[in-house]
T-cell receptor, first 112, second 114 residues
Framework: GNSVTQMEGPVTLSEEAFLTINCTYTATGYPSLFWYVQYPGEGLQLLLKATKADDKGSNKGFEATYRKETTSFHLEKGSVQVSDSAVYFCALSLQGAQKLVFGQGTRLTINP | DAGVIQSPRHEVTEMGQEVTLRCKPISGHDYLFWYRQTMMRGLELLIYFNNNVPIDDSGMPEDRFSAKMPNASFSTLKIQPSEPRDSAVYFC????????????FGDGTRLSIL
């Protein structure tokens, strides 16, 4: 079946540290890949996406590259801020489908 | 533009009572999704609609749960009778009909069943 696996949290970093949150997927066909972010007390919002192999999605200093050979879509940021503290979800959708398959989420806390 | 609007934001009720959660999607969006989020199970898709028609309800936990979308601007998720294990945050999301369009989430309804 189709599934997404994220690195276990919680992740705690100091401000200005480098961030990586790992995400791997299993899918039939060629999925589109997404990262969503959930701030406290809010719903999820799209952070970035990539729709085909080798595409790089980027937004607000975050980046992720669609790696077909390793079935991965790791999230990175060079210098995190306290305001990046949130829960991050990796997700996939299959071609032609609107339904998303989400990972379990990774809670990130940035300390000043 | 207004985003997805959910009501109420918080609901506390006693076991056995009927609970109705409401959602107004973004105007022009063809798809509407209902999710449930808990610490134990994470984010679960309950049901989704396309042009007001239910497409996939395989995530609805049991017959106590029902969802309707009587028109393009309104949907309800009903639990009757409610049980303590239904306590969770329920999210509604909507998206346009084109491929790879993001889902836009409401701020959720935090439901507590005592």
């Amino acid at each position: 079946g189709n599934s997404v696996t994220q690195m276990e949290g919680p992740v705690t970093l100091s401000e200005e540290a480098f961030l990586t949150i790992n995400c791997t997927y299993t899918a039939t066909g060629y999925p589109s890949l997404f990262w969503y972010v959930q701030y406290p007390g809010e719903g999820l919002q799209l952070l970035l996406k990539a729709t085909k192999a080798d595409d790089k999605g980027s937004n607000k200093g975050f980046e992720a590259t669609y790696r077909k050979e390793t079935t991965s879509f790791h999230l990175e940021k060079g210098s995190v801020q306290v305001s990046d503290s949130a829960v991050y979800f990796c997700a996939l959708s299959l071609q032609g489908a609107q339904k998303l398959v989400f990972g379990q989420g990774t809670r990130l806390t940035i300390n000043p | 533009d207004a985003g997805v609007i959910q009501s109420p934001r918080h609901e506390v009720t006693e076991m056995g009572q009927e609970v109705t959660l409401r959602c107004k999607p973004i105007s022009g969006h063809d798809y509407l999704f209902w999710y449930r989020q808990t610490m134990m199970r994470g984010l679960e898709l309950l049901i989704y609609f396309n042009n007001n028609v239910p497409i996939d309800d395989s995530g609805m936990p049991e017959d106590r749960f029902s969802a309707k979308m009587p028109n393009a601007s309104f949907s309800t998720l009903k639990i009757q009778p409610s049980e303590p294990r239904d306590s969770a945050v329920y999210f509604c999301a909507s998206s346009e009909g084109h491929v790879n369009q993001p889902q836009h989430f409401g701020d959720g309804t935090r439901l507590s069943i005592l």
